[in-house]
């Protein structure tokens, strides 16, 4: 849901973990990370954001191709389906292997 936040362009604040942390160091300044059962950090986040909204704004304008192209609906989709067309065709390799070997 964030991302899909970030890709329309509205300044968010997400709970932390590993991967959003990775996600955020890579298209610096997008977004805002906060420890999901600290109330007060998620209360300075926001006012970061309230207080800097045309900063975020800008710099999510400038990452919105790089963002589109790597986290869109669309990207998403054809990557699952590349994936999942490359997996069956290498069962399809082996199962033929298989066949020959018996």
Do not use: W
Not at 28 to 43: C, H, P, S, V
Not at 53 to 64: M, Q, S
Request: charged share 30%; proline share 2%.
């Amino acid at each position: 849901m964030e991302v899909l936040n970030i890709l329309c362009g509205i300044p968010s604040i997400i709970p932390r973990t590993s991967a959003r942390q990775d996600f955020v160091a890579k298209y610096k300044g997008i977004a805002e990370t906060y420890y999901f059962q600290d109330a007060r950090e998620l209360r300075i986040k926001v006012l970061e954001i309230l207080l800097n909204k045309n900063k975020y704004l800008e710099i999510l304008v400038e990452n919105k191709d790089a963002l589109y192209e790597g986290h869109s609906i669309e990207n998403y989709t054809y990557r699952v389906h590349t994936e999942y067309e490359r997996a069956v065709k290498k069962r399809i390799r082996f199962n033929i292997g298989q066949e020959k070997s018996s």
